[in-house]
């Protein structure tokens, strides 16, 4: 059985699509669009909490018999550091005065990392989605042991062909290789690494030569026609997310919405300002600040991301949206503004026309 059929088979879906995770825009209901449509909705949870990720999955589960992914963080626990946060916070001061408040005292670690959040993995063994997939990295082997153990198919994210040999020696069943052009958080494992940026197709490529394991292109993939590159350089599945961000299900809100359907669409960058990792956004006042000549390094993950969502909440609240985390991959002016089930079949239209 080759590799896409084997993807089909063991996700237990139709068509190889999978919608990116997504945490803060998917939703239930856009995962159950995609899965009811036929291909494989997400749930991001890594950044609820046990109990939140735990009623996202049951109203999925209720809108839909279908499978469906849930997609976790294994970051390492951020490396506290009181000096560096401090210094980040007097250099955002200025936008913080903008925004109308004092910086915070201190900052957070707003995010548990999967690789230490026993009672999420419970939950999941509780609750059984067919699908759970990893970012940042990979869970211990007891984690993926007995995830595997409860009948639930596994992926992890690769930016690299060494992340997805060490995928591959975890046991981990399905490697979803995310290219440089993809929104949000890239998915490498260590940030301090040299990141070679390999582009999608490229690392599809080099996957399909080193593994046999189903490969999910992910990453600048926006219509069908990309979807037939994709599968012709050797992926079993694609994945989108900037794609059904316009979708009416998707959590975007108004502002985020505007950003993606205008001009602004046409600039993204990769940047740790927003979060304290490398993630790919529309380019907005709060990232060209935090990338000026002599700006400090921001906090480590998540602990950055606590001061730039303090600091878009009280400027959203003034009407000001310049400081939002509005995730875009390169190809976000390709966007359409369609419910999911009907973009998951224009999609599929493309790639056999």
């Known amino acids: 059985m080759n590799s896409h059929n084997s993807f089909l088979k063991r996700s237990g879906i139709r068509y190889p699509i999978v919608q990116a995770p997504m945490a803060g825009v998917s939703t239930p209901q856009l995962a159950a669009s ?3 449509a036929g ?17 996202m999955i049951k109203q999925t589960q209720a809108l839909t018999t279908g499978p ?41 670690e707003i995010y548990t990392s999967f690789v230490e959040d026993a009672e999420t993995l419970e939950m999941l063994l509780e609750l059984k989605p067919a699908v759970v997939s990893f970012h940042f990295g990979i869970p211990s082997p007891e984690y993926i042991s007995v995830l595997q153990g409860a009948g ?16 591959e020696a975890a046991g981990i069943d399905a490697i979803v290789a995310q290219g440089i052009e993809a929104g949000g958080h890239r998915g490498i494992f260590n940030t301090e690494a040299t990141d070679e940026g390999l582009s999608t197709l490229v690392l599809v490529r080099l996957l399909s030569r080193q593994t046999a394991l189903p490969v999910i292109a992910a990453g600048g ?4 026609f990309a979807m037939k590159a994709a599968m ?10 900037t794609a059904f961000v316009l979708c009416s299900e998707s959590a975007a809100n108004d502002a985020y919405r505007a950003a993606l359907k205008s001009e ?5 960058r990769l940047t740790k300002v927003l979060s304290g990792r490398p993630a790919r956004g529309i380019v907005n006042r709060l990232i060209s600040f935090g990338e000026a000549k002599d700006s400090p390094p921001p906090a480590d993950y998540p602990v950055a991301y606590d001061a730039a969502k303090y600091l878009n909440g009280a400027a959203s609240r003034l009407g000001n949206h310049e400081f939002a985390a509005q995730w875009a991959g390169q190809g976000a002016p390709l966007a359409r503004e369609l419910p999911a089930a009907d973009l998951m079949a224009l999609i599929l239209r493309e790639n056999v026309s």
């Open 221 to 224: 993939i926006m219509d069908g």
């Open 68 to 108: 469906f992914n849930v997609n976790v963080f294994c970051h390492q626990p951020a490396r506290r550091d009181p000096a560096r946060e401090a210094n980040w916070l007097k250099y955002l001061a200025p936008l913080f005065a903008e925004a109308g408040v004092e910086p915070p005292d201190s900052l957070s």
């Open 232 to 241: 012709a350089s050797g992926a079993a599945a694609v994945q989108l997310g």
């Open 152 to 167: 639930v198919y596994t992926m992890a994210t690769a930016t690299s062909p060494g992340e997805a040999a060490q995928i």
């Open 264 to 268: 602004r669409a046409k600039q993204t």
């Open 39 to 55: 291909g494989l909705g997400s749930l991001g949870i890594g950044a609820s909490s046990p109990a939140q990720a735990r009623e």
């Open 34 to 36: 995609v899965t009811n």
